[in-house]
């Protein structure tokens, strides 16, 4: 077996499962425009509208959240000349690759998965075989195109190291060094923003609780309201970064802080050290206000001509498909699907 050597390439996706909240832009969506501004590396970004049907959507609400998706990646800064950026359902080999992976993943690496037991909960036995099998979706979708680096939050951090146990059978079973064992890139402050309302939760699209995040629709009042109310402790901030370590809300509020002016914590803290909620809230709330403004309005803007963005959807699906296509070819070969084309 020869060792082959893969060019470097980004893959990320998001689900349109709803508005796009902080937790997101800081996590994924500035890191997926940095990364292509880096240069350097192709980089393939994904609305995954397959994945957010694993949990019932309205057909009306998902076309529009996918479309709102879109405007947000490129209000945040991914540019559909410079980036790849489409709609999973548009490039069949997702679904194709994606059902090849069934066969190889194991019941039991997926019953491991965190994000499984957190989403289907006690009930089980009621929520989809989707769901379920969300994983391995995932790793198509990174595989499809020969990726060897996925920008995600820690939350996905699980699901990228079973792309790569997909990855590492695949390649063995079939005794062979065709995919990639991609890395997951988690790097920044932002990679883990946690619910305004419980500091040990995620920031999460689908929280009951709209005070528990920041929707990048959201406007200035609401904004600063969200941080005003947001829950802390009566202590000032302290000098490190360390001196946060049990505190979950007072650290995820300076972890945003620092995100925003592109800083670790540790950098950040010798400007906040001493500060009181009453002075930082405020002033956090101006920078994510200052922040976040011009992606809403310029969201809004877009969202204005739908079927431009649909036309830039089918332009990006188009050329992810060129990507794809050989690479599925090759798969159904290696696996040994007659193709009479
Ligand atoms: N709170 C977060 N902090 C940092 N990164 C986050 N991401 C999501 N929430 C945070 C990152 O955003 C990317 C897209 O995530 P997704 O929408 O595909 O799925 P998710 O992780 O399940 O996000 P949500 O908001 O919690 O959605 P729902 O509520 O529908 O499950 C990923 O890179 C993720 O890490």
Redo the contacts with the bound molecule.
């Keep these: 077996m020869t060792e082959v050597v893969h060019t470097p390439r980004v893959f990320?996706?998001?689900?349109p499962?709803?508005g796009l909240?902080?937790?997101?832009y800081?996590?994924?969506?500035k890191r997926f425009a940095e990364a292509q501004n880096q240069g350097g590396m192709e980089t393939i970004y994904c609305m995954?509208d397959q994945?957010?049907i694993t949990?019932w959507q309205d057909p009306d609400k998902l076309r529009h959240a996918t479309r709102e998706l879109a405007a947000g990646f490129i209000a945040s800064g991914v540019d559909p000349e410079k980036s790849i950026l489409f709609n999973q359902s548009q490039v069949p080999g997702h679904a194709q690759l994606g059902w090849i992976f069934n066969c190889v993943a194991r019941m039991g690496w997926m019953q491991r998965m965190t994000?499984w037991k957190d989403?289907a909960g006690k009930n089980q036995q009621n929520a989809s075989l989707g769901l379920f099998a969300y994983p391995a979706l995932m790793a198509a979708d990174i595989l499809l195109y020969h990726a060897t680096h996925v920008?995600?939050?820690?939350?996905?951090k699980q699901h990228v190291e079973l792309t790569r146990d997909i990855a590492i059978k695949f390649n063995h079973d079939y005794g062979v060094d065709f995919f990639p064992v991609p890395e997951p890139v988690i790097e920044g402050a932002?990679?883990?923003?946690?619910s305004l309302r419980d500091g040990t939760k995620?920031?999460?699209?689908?929280?009951p609780s709209d005070m528990s995040r920041i929707n990048l629709t959201d406007d200035a009042d609401t904004i600063s309201k969200k941080i005003r109310k947001a829950k802390t402790d009566p202590e000032p901030l302290p000098d490190t970064a360390e001196g946060l370590a049990d505190r979950p809300e007072a650290r995820n509020l300076v972890n945003i802080y620092a995100a925003l002016i592109d800083k670790t914590p540790d950098q950040a803290m010798p400007e906040l050290a001493g500060m009181q909620f009453g002075q930082f809230k405020p002033m956090l709330a101006d920078l994510a206000v200052d922040r976040l403004a011009p992606i809403s309005t310029e969201m809004a803007r877009l969202m204005q001509d739908p079927a431009e963005i649909d036309r830039i959807l089918g332009r990006g699906a188009n050329r992810a498909n060129e990507i794809a296509a050989p690479i599925l070819a090759r798969t159904y070969d290696i696996v040994g699907m007659v193709s009479s084309r």
């Design positions: 990320s996706g998001i689900q499962s709803g909240t902080l937790g997101n800081l996590g994924a969506l995954v994945h957010a949990v994000q989403k920008p995600v939050g820690e939350d996905q932002g990679t883990r923003v946690m995620k920031m999460s699209k689908s929280d």
